[in-house]
């Protein structure tokens, strides 16, 4: 049985700086392109950042393009999404999710195994 499970997220000030992290147990990482989503109170999901299986391509949202980096360790089963400059629209339960990966924004279309999410809080 597959589990993700996100760690990581927290309370900061606008500017300042998270490293989430996801781990996928009950099978291998380097099947699944990797993809963050987030949901804020009151609002639908966002696609946020995709990496795919083994070529690191990526694909981010204009909103995090140039803040957020994703980055995978297939050996460690576990994708980070490194967060600088924080800004309070940023504030969010984030998800981490595996699937298929496809090019562009269609990355952001769906995936199999979700996590719980953790929260991502930041302060004016």
């Known amino acids: 049985q597959r589990h993700v499970v996100e760690s990581g997220g927290g309370s900061v000030q606008a500017g300042g700086s998270l490293r989430l992290s996801c781990t996928l147990s009950g099978s291998t990482l380097l099947l699944y392109a990797m993809k963050w989503f987030r949901q804020a109170s009151g609002k639908g999901r966002e696609g946020v950042a995709c990496?795919?299986?083994?070529?690191?391509?990526?694909h981010y949202a204009d909103s995090v393009q140039g803040r957020f980096t994703i980055t995978r360790d297939n050996g460690q089963n576990t994708a980070y999404l490194q967060m600088n400059n924080l800004k309070p629209e940023d504030t969010a339960m984030y998800y981490c999710?595996?699937?298929?990966?496809?090019?562009?924004?269609?990355?952001?279309?769906?995936?199999?195994?979700w996590g719980h999410g953790t929260q991502v809080t930041v302060s004016s």
């Open positions: 999710a595996a699937g298929d990966f496809f090019k562009g924004p269609s990355c952001f279309a769906d995936a199999d195994y």
């Open positions: 990496i795919s299986p083994s070529t690191g391509s990526t």
